[in-house]
């Protein structure tokens, strides 16, 4: 049981572009509890952890945020490489929207609060920087905690001439071990909030203090972490967030008495993300018009995040022409993900006819990785593929060495 006559902290785990799983999370806090974040001793963060963090404790509307987050997808997706292409800089893109988006006297509202983990180069150690003599420190100080080396670039930023690095590298989940710490991550795990595994699990990961276990759906999900999926898929990991925290709220008996207790929007409020649903309602022909959005997937959020998703999808919709016309008939679901057997059909089917195959025995070890990833960045390969066939590879060649 929670003991609201006690302080208490919040502390949100690193997760890349898992981060719209905060989204979710947030708004379903602020819609019924809003006292859990407001009243929050400290609210703790590391890379993407930190700007929610950051977010939370100024107050910024979480609509703009989603759309900024929506953008930096959309960006990435645009690259066969998605955010490891040399054309895509997801810090400038970060460092935009953080100074379109904080205000002027951000340093002071958030000093004392606001908890970001970073970590030195020089020893690799781990800060918590908690005050800030100004805007633009605040802003150095979350760039630094959102750093990923090498997947941001090559030279770390500088937090009051320092060189620091994302904070996920030596503490995933700031101050976690205290008793009175809310623990949040998007990986199925021993979080405090957190979703729960469909399948038994017996085997758990703890990266930097982030519990969390071995499953099918983790496995695509921390994939997204660093490649995101489509708009659609991101709805849904959203509304999940937003039921997960409904959830905790409720084991807790922190349901505010201010807000509705009913755990599901009323018929009035669903499908308001756009003028067709609007219009159409909920008639089987307004569903199958709003083919780039499936409106369940975002029934239970707000009607402004609604939108904004609405939008995100509809664009590259758009975008993908007939083909993605086709697709949106076809079933989808966010946990999917790439199984062994599927990456060696997919690798011989991509591979020049001059390559190593698996078809003769010899294991992935023997392939010449440099060759045949420059193979496969000239091809229309998915994302997900290439990272799922770099750690099979690189781990395999790992184990022989």
Same mark, same amino acid.
């Given at each position: 049981m929670f003991d609201l006559n006690t302080e208490w902290s919040i502390s949100f785990a690193g997760c890349g572009f898992m981060g719209i799983y905060y989204v979710g999370v947030i708004s379903c806090?602020?819609?019924?509890?809003?006292r859990f974040v407001?009243?929050?001793?400290?609210?703790?963060g590391a890379s993407a952890g930190a700007l929610m963090a950051a977010v939370v404790t100024l107050g910024i509307p979480l609509d703009k945020c989603c759309t900024d987050l929506m953008h930096m997808a959309?960006?990435?997706?645009?690259?066969?490489?998605?955010?490891?292409?040399?054309?895509?800089?997801l810090l400038q893109l970060v460092q935009?929207?953080? @100074?379109?988006? %904080?205000? $002027?006297d951000a340093h002071v509202r958030v000093s004392g609060k606001l908890c970001l983990s970073l970590t030195r180069v020089s020893d690799g150690k781990n800060l918590l920087v908690s005050q800030f003599d100004s805007r633009d420190e605040l802003i150095q100080a979350l760039i630094c905690s959102c750093f990923v080396p090498l997947y941001c670039g090559v030279v770390p930023p500088t937090y009051r001439g320092v060189y620091y690095v994302d904070g996920a590298v030596s503490d995933n989940l700031p101050r976690c071990q205290l008793g009175r710490t809310i623990t949040v991550s998007p990986y199925a795990g021993e979080s405090d909030l957190c979703p729960r595994a469909s399948t038994l699990t017996f085997h758990e990961v703890r990266f930097n203090n982030v519990s969390i276990h071995v499953n099918p759906e983790n496995l695509y999900r921390v994939t997204s972490t660093f490649f995101p999926p489509e708009p659609e898929a991101m709805a849904e990991i959203c509304q999940n967030g937003f039921l997960d925290? @409904?959830?905790? %709220?409720? $084991?807790n008996d922190l349901i505010s008495s201010e807000a509705?207790?009913?755990g599901l929007r009323s018929d009035a409020a669903k499908h308001a993300c756009c003028e067709l649903m609007q219009d159409s309602g909920q008639s089987k022909a307004g569903r199958r018009d709003h083919l780039w959005l499936d409106p369940k997937l975002t029934e239970n959020l707000p009607a402004d995040l609604q939108r904004v998703l609405c939008k995100a999808c509809r664009e590259t919709h758009t975008a993908g022409g007939l083909l993605t016309h086709i697709t949106d008939y076809l079933p989808k679901k966010v946990t999917s993900y790439l199984a062994f057997d599927s990456t060696r059909s997919v690798a011989q089917r991509f591979l020049p006819e001059s390559s190593p195959s698996l078809k003769h025995g010899k294991g992935p070890h023997h392939f010449d990785i440099p060759r045949l990833f420059l193979s496969l960045c000239n091809k229309d390969v998915p994302h997900a593929f290439l990272i799922t066939l770099r750690s099979i590879f690189i781990g395999t060649s790992g184990k022989e060495n």
């Open positions: 806090i602020l819609e019924r509890f809003p407001q009243d929050a001793s400290k609210i703790y959309k960006e990435a997706r645009k690259h066969k490489l998605g955010p490891l292409h040399p054309a895509y800089n935009e929207s953080l @100074l379109e988006k %904080l205000p $002027e925290a @409904l959830r905790f %709220l409720q $084991e509705p207790q009913t």
